[in-house]
């Protein structure tokens, strides 16, 4: 039982390169989410999905797009990566909201 | 919008010395969680309160739900090296049960 597996854990991008990151969980939880955490800013909610088939955006969406594959994988694509968007990358997961939320070990995102 | 407010921002102990991080929150919430990120690791959950009132302790950890649930505390007794971190609340609005509201947490260094 792994829990949340995100991969890559470390990446270097060029501004304007694109990538994908990818989340699964193993615990069959309905919800899943993508966090951005920078120095001082805390956790920021980058998108949701709340249940296989739906996504929602969160707090700070801008510059990214999510696909919930199924119900245990949900990736964040950067399109066009930009110096902002250097940051920690958690996903996270739950049962339903409301209840313990699970996270990733993380990806460390640089954007040169 | 909703804001939860924590503090202090960083909190500098000898060993063996208490803690205290406070998280106030501008509107009424359903409940509260906390949750602990090791530096270099990821967001680990905690507790989740959810009572008017509600303490709850975890060994040497002491959680508080204010009788208006609008704020919430989380207090160490003795601090040992491997209290080393940063906690985060979140609270859930009582309105919007889809979203937790991230405080912007409480990094805690001890000095051994």
């Known amino acids: 039982n792994a829990g949340v597996t995100q991969t890559p854990k470390f990446q270097v991008l060029k501004t304007g390169q694109s990538m994908t990151l990818q989340c699964a969980q193993d615990m069959n939880h309905n919800s899943m989410y993508w966090y951005r955490q920078d120095p001082g800013m805390g956790l920021r909610l980058i998108y949701y999905?709340?249940?296989?088939?739906?996504?929602d955006k969160g707090e700070v969406p801008n510059g990214y797009n999510v696909s919930r594959l199924n119900k245990r994988e949900f990736s964040l694509r950067l399109e066009s990566a930009a110096p902002s968007q250097t940051s920690v990358y958690f996903c996270?997961?739950?049962?339903?909201?409301?209840?313990?939320?699970?996270f990733g070990e993380g990806s460390w995102l640089t954007v040169v | 919008g909703q804001q939860v407010m924590q503090i202090p921002q960083y909190q500098h102990v000898q060993e063996g010395e208490d803690f205290t991080t406070y998280c106030n929150s501008s509107t009424t919430l359903s409940n509260i969680q906390w949750y602990k990120q090791r530096p270099g690791g990821h967001p680990v959950f905690l507790i989740q309160l959810v009572k008017s009132g509600e303490v709850k302790k975890q060994k040497r950890l002491t959680f508080q739900f204010g009788e208006a649930k609008k704020n919430s505390s989380l207090h160490i007794t003795a601090t040992q090296t491997t209290d080393v971190g940063t906690y985060f609340c979140?609270?859930?609005?009582?309105?919007?049960?889809?979203?937790?509201?991230w405080g912007l947490g409480t990094s805690l260094a001890v000095n051994p």
């Open positions: 999905s709340a249940s296989e088939g739906t996504t």
């Open positions: 996270a997961s739950n049962s339903q909201p409301g209840n313990t939320i699970y």
């Open positions: 979140a609270g859930r609005n009582a309105g919007n049960n889809r979203k937790l509201i």
